[in-house]
């Protein structure tokens, strides 16, 4: 099977970075907003700032990076941008262990840990390219996609499980080292990249136009164009309905927190199932229509959640449709960022997956604050109701034509030597 086949050892070494950074993010899942709750006492509001200021603002501060990363190797950019998320999440549980944590520090570490995230994924996905043949890339994505579920579906529930049993900071703690050993991970894939241009020539420095590049080259092209705007737009939606929707279950509809928890977990085997079949679905009907269709279908499951009622049938109902949803979205994510690097030239992956990360963090900060305003006003069924209708649309911004991937030559191309195992 193409997706079982063996992608090389250097591969395997970033495969398992990835597979435990992951883990540690899945374990941490809203440990921030839980240690303000339970230490610092935080009210809905500013675990509502703390939830978009730190993306947000991330997200600003990775702009100037993605020029700066592009002209050097992707490799100790990886491992710094590691190291860099480990140590600011352990000042959180030290500053705990001193009694001097602050919402503040949390907001600072949130910004520090979002921009290291765009920065270490958009040297990520340029190293990716020249790690892995093209023909390889979906397989590669794919993996990567059946992690991410797999992390998802057992991390949260583990987490909270660590929070209970030995403190609010067990899972930041767990989330630091796991960086730490995603950095190692990275550092034995050995082999080298070909060495850049020198940061400062007269070609390869930074300039001020540079900061735009990314988002220049993502409006000017016609295949990535529509599809900036659909997963910008899809993500930011299916995010913001979150809230209201935790608040409607929990509070409204009385589901106890290990039932919410169950209702988004079980369903996470549809990420599982829908990474592996993503490869075997082009293979049989090519990459553009499988696109398309799982981007048509991901769109009109989010909807049914503003029907959800109380007891087993709505918690019945939560699982079918976010078992639909995810297994949509593991279908479309691997092929997705597959067409995207395959689309983009190597001397400019970093700056586009910076601008990319960037957009979206920003618009999905900026809906999932709107969308808590709305539910306040209206109350969370009809702000959830509204997110599914708007997500109905997004299909729209797909694109209808079969753009075959058409980048020119690679000048700046940065490949790495032959894996030797």
């Known amino acids: 099977m193409a997706g079982r086949r063996s992608l090389g050892r250097r591969f395997g070494w970033l495969w398992g970075a990835y597979a435990v950074s992951t883990a540690g993010t899945w374990l941490a899942f809203d440990a921030f907003a839980l240690i303000a709750v339970l230490v610092l006492h935080a009210g809905p509001a500013q675990v509502a700032l703390l939830a978009a200021a730190g993306p947000a603002v991330g997200a600003v501060v990775s702009v100037p990076l993605g020029p700066w990363v592009e002209v050097r190797r992707k490799r100790p950019v990886m491992i710094a941008t590691d190291l860099v ?4 999440l352990l000042s959180v549980p030290v500053a705990f262990a001193l009694g001097r944590l602050s919402f503040g520090q949390l907001l600072l570490v949130s910004v520090a840990v979002a921009a290291a995230d765009i920065t270490f994924n958009a040297a990520a996905g340029a190293f990716l390219k020249g790690l892995v043949p093209s023909p390889d890339l979906l397989v590669a994505n794919g993996r990567f996609e059946a992690t991410n579920w797999t992390a998802s579906m057992v991390g949260p529930p583990l987490g909270g499980a660590a929070i209970g049993l030995f403190g609010p900071v067990t899972s930041v703690v767990a989330n630091a080292v796991s960086y730490l050993l995603s ?7 050995g082999g ?19 900061l735009l590049d990314g988002w220049r080259y993502i409006l000017a092209d016609p295949g990535l164009r529509p599809l900036f705007f659909n997963t910008v737009l899809f993500n930011a939606l299916v995010m913001a309905a979150s809230p209201p929707l935790l608040v409607l279950m929990v509070d409204h ?43 048509v279908l991901r769109a009109g499951w989010s909807l049914g959640l503003a029907f959800v009622g109380p007891g087993a049938a709505g918690l019945a109902l939560v699982m079918v449709v976010e078992f639909g949803l995810i297994t949509c979205c593991a279908v479309f994510n691997p092929v997705f960022a597959t067409y995207r690097l395959d689309r983009t030239p190597a001397g400019r992956v970093t700056r586009t997956l910076s601008a990319w990360s960037a957009t979206g963090k920003a618009t999905l900060a900026a809906v999932t604050a709107l969308w808590g305003l709305l539910a306040g006003l209206t109350g969370p069924r009809t702000a959830i109701a509204l997110a599914g209708a708007l997500l109905l649309t997004t299909p729209f911004l797909l694109p209808r034509r079969d753009r075959t991937p058409d980048i020119g030559p690679e000048p700046t191309r940065l490949p790495l030597k032959a894996d030797g195992g």
Do not use: M, N
């Open 183 to 189: 950095a190692f991970g990275i550092g034995a894939i």
């Open 192 to 210: 080298g990249e070909k060495p850049p241009p020198p940061p400062l020539s007269a070609e390869t420095r930074p300039r001020a136009g540079d």
């Open 253 to 295: 509809l009385d589901f106890a927190p290990w039932q919410y928890a169950l209702a988004f977990a079980v369903p996470c085997t549809g990420g599982l199932l829908g990474s592996r079949l993503a490869p075997r679905l082009v293979a049989r009907f090519g990459r553009h229509r499988v696109l398309l269709t799982a981007g």
């Open 85 to 88: 998320r480990c140590v600011v």
